[in-house]
Structure formats: C-alpha cells, structure tokens
C-alpha cells in the first residue's frame, strides 16, 4: 500500500509553462537533491487518495484478523485435545499398569475416533476476503494424529484384556483338570469335591469377569482395534466354557455321590 503511493515519486513535474521536467535541487550539503514530483503536491494529501488508504488499511486488518481467528480454530486441537502432548506417553504405561476400566477406555477411544472424522469431514479451505487459505495438510496431520492416539489407547486395552483372557483361561483349564480327576482315595475325593465347591461358590465372581472380557473383546472390535481372530473367538466363548464347566461340574458331583 505504501509504495503504490509512493511510486508518484518517480513522475518528475514539469517546470511552470514548460514540458520540461524540474531538475533537482539542493538543499542542503549533507541531504540528496530534492526533486518536485506529484507524490507531496498531488498525491499523499489527496482526500480521495486518503480515505483509499484509510478504507484499505482497515481491509487488510479486518482479513488478517479473521485469518488469525482461522488459524486458532486449527491450533485448538493441539491446545485443546493435546495431541502433540508428550507427556501422554506416559500417561498410556500408567494405565496399563493400572489396568483401568473398560469404559475409561472406550471414551477416549470414541473421542479420538470422533475427533479424526469431525476434521476429516470439515472444510480444508477457505476464503477470508482477498486470501485463500488451504488448511489440508493440517486436517491430514490432525486426523492421522487423532487415529495415531485411538490406536495407542486401543493398545493399552488390548494388552490389559489380553492378560485377564489368559489368567481366566489358565484359572477354567485348571479347574477343568482338576474336577476330571477320577478319586482313588479319600484325599482324592475331598480335592475334587472342594474343586467343585469352589466352582459353585466363585461362579457369580467368574461371571462378572468373563462379561468383562467380553465387553473389552466387543469394544475392540467396535472401533476396529486389530485383534487375531483365535483370541476375538476365544473371549467371545468365555460364557460357553464357564457354563459347560458348572453343568460338569455339578454332573460330577452327582456322580461322586
């Protein structure tokens, strides 16, 4: 803006009743010769070229306003949402440790999820009067790094639903040996009736952490979380195994009698 008007000094004027242009003129030693153009006489005071600038000047502040209110739309999922926030990494062992609920993680499983397809969905571009603006690489880091964290959460999940699948495993094949047993003596027969006591009274416990499982088995597959098919099968058969083992169970025990 300053140098289009500005550029009327190079246009020399002409002396009076002449076509011929001024020469410059020294003022003083020490300052490059002065040299009579239109920019002091005709321009830079120029009412209409005044209120130009004025109304251009509040233009350009009024686009770079919006653009700044644009730009803090995108860094608010940084600020926000802490993508980009380190320390969430150690967050993540935190919990596996802990080996938190299932619905802790399945809300920020959705979160992430929703967050990568709002961006995803929403205008990359956009026209804030004379500038455009091309937001797609930012949606496409955004939403990469959304799904980079729902995996991450999705992990953890996994890895804490792995561990109590193969400790309720372990706990129903041991009591499945155990109640097998075929009793030769006394001993015998009072282990394999405590075993099967043990079935009846913890049944109510099982149950509740097989339908854990379960539901964390579900809540991977709900949000796509890669799972080997064998062990998706195994969780969701849980209540099958647990029932054939009390029915067994019981079977036995009538047997023994």
Known sequence: VKNIIESS?????WMHGTCLECKPVAVNADEEPYVFNYYETDIVNNPNVVKLNITLNFALSDALKKLEKYVDGWKRYDQGQGLWDAKRKQHLEKLVEKNVACKILDAKLQQFEALAASVQQQPATKELDFIFVDATMVARSIAAKALEWKLEFGNVLHQNSKEMLDELDAVMKQLKDDTQIDPKTLDDLKFVLNRIASISEDSM????????????????????????EIESKEAANLDKRWH??????KTKDLRLI
């Not at 000094?9 to 004027?13: L, Q, S, T």
């Not at 054939?244 to 169970?249: G, H, P, V």
Request: hydrophobic share 45%.
């Open 9 to 13: 000094k190079v246009f020399v004027r």
């Open 205 to 228: 416990v099982v149950e509740l952490k097989y339908l854990d499982i379960i539901e964390r088995y579900r809540t991977l597959a709900k949000y796509g979380h890669p799972v080997p």
């Open 244 to 249: 054939q083992l009390f029915c067994d169970a």
